[in-house]
């Protein structure tokens, strides 16, 4: 066949164009494409949530990639393994209850799983603002290009609407924090020091809704709850970005 450059251009702006308008509205969004983000939408997506995760990144999978120091390999304990097994990546057992997986093979399954199960993934897209009306609850975001945000320069953002948010920003717990400057009754403790056990056993309880319509996952829950942190072990990742979604959608039900 004879390739035309134009066509090329138009078949990538039409299709992406008519995916981004179409979730300009949707049921939940995930904001961060880290392990516990992505594990949230895709068990949010095969619940047959519409979902739609944003990264401000290039790449999905925020700390995932570099494993323990750049070593591409992280831990999973025994009390997570069967999320691995549910996203079929593969682990060995190193000693009685740690289990070791290839971070890329585990960042690319969750992310093909997510894509397989109906979540749509926008990168490249910063979130600015929060939208609070008169409900007092988070209806939806303000958006723009990363880019934009990076260079600083001014232009206007555009909203979506949605009727749950999933922070899932690490340890920034960048939406928590917007929402909390704007003067809601939201107090974030900020990360506490590295503790793995006590970490990994407390991030499921913290992985709650902080404000109407704002949850929190992952290491984002820890940082407001005032948690330790963990390091390179991501059972606790997966299991808060599980929990999350049963709690939203649970909340989604009529």
């Known amino acids: 066949m004879e390739l035309d450059e134009v066509t090329i251009s138009r ?7 008519e995916t981004m308008t179409e979730y300009l509205d949707l049921d939940v969004a995930v904001i961060g494409g880290g392990p516990s983000g992505i594990t949230c939408a895709a068990l949010l997506a095969e619940k047959g949530v519409k979902v739609g995760l944003i990264e401000k990144k290039l790449s999905i999978g925020g700390g995932m990639w570099g494993g323990g120091m750049m070593f591409p390999r992280i831990v999973v304990q025994d009390g997570a393994k069967r999320l691995l097994d549910h996203f079929e990546i593969a682990s060995t057992e190193y000693e009685p209850g740690y289990h070791v997986a290839k971070s890329v093979e585990a960042v690319s399954k969750l992310t093909a799983a997510a894509c397989t199960a109906g979540a749509e993934f926008f990168n490249l897209i910063a979130v600015e603002d929060v939208v609070v009306k008169g409900d007092g609850r ?57 503790w ?59």
């Not at 404000?211 to 005032?226: E, I, K, Q, R, T």
Request: with cysteine.
């Open 138 to 194: 988070v209806s939806g975001l303000v958006i723009n290009w990363s880019p934009v945000e990076m260079t600083g320069l001014h232009v206007d953002p555009l909203t979506i609407r949605c009727q749950a948010v999933v922070d899932a920003t690490g340890h920034d717990a960048t939406i928590a924090h917007m929402v909390a400057h704007k003067g809601a009754d939201l107090t974030i403790k900020g990360e506490s020091y590295m």
């Open 11 to 17: 078949a990538i702006l039409a299709t992406q164009m």
């Open 196 to 254: 793995a056990e006590r970490a990994e056993n407390r991030i499921v309880e913290h992985t709650r809704e902080v404000f109407p319509g704002l949850w929190v996952c992952g290491m984002a829950a820890n940082a407001v709850a005032g948690e330790c942190r963990m390091g390179p072990i991501f059972g606790g990742m997966l299991l808060s970005g599980e929990r999350a979604a049963d709690l939203v959608a649970e909340a989604l039900r009529p």
